[in-house]
């Protein structure tokens, strides 16, 4: 398992991506607007990147951890008592799933399947859910 991703709550994704972009060596690395969602990825540099979501509860961070084969992780956390919660469900990346601990916590996991699925998209120059500076 590895930290890929903290998905960052937000109730205006402008604003806090305007905020982060102040983060020294902070850039940019993608953001679109689809299904009612405006999600913007921060490159920090080292990872996790930080994904600004508005259609998160503002104020919510949710840990995002790839791993290698999602139902053997699952499985693995949930014989150890943590619950599913949803999933697995299509991300473009892979399948992803939400598991919470006895405490409360929650985190995801993600497998990555299309690692630059993201990217790519973004570098499209004809996809018109990207939102460029």
């Known amino acids: ?36 969602a405006d999600v913007a990825a921060v490159d920090l540099g080292t990872s996790p990147v930080v994904l600004i979501a508005d259609h998160r509860p503002a104020g919510t961070v949710l840990p995002i951890y790839s791993v290698e084969d999602l139902d053997a992780a699952r499985s693995a956390l949930a014989a ?12 473009p990346e892979g399948p992803t799933c939400l598991l919470q601990d006895s405490g409360g916590g929650t985190l995801a996991l993600l497998q990555v399947d299309r690692p630059d699925a993201m990217d790519a998209a973004y570098a499209d120059a004809d996809n018109s859910h990207a939102v460029r500076p």
């Open 1 to 36: 398992m590895q930290l890929r991703y903290l998905y960052w709550g937000s109730a205006d994704t402008e604003r806090d991506l305007a905020a982060w972009l102040h983060v020294p060596g902070a850039r940019l690395r993608w953001r679109f607007q689809h299904f009612g």
């Open 80 to 91: 150890s008592g943590w619950t599913a919660l949803s999933g697995p469900i299509g991300t």
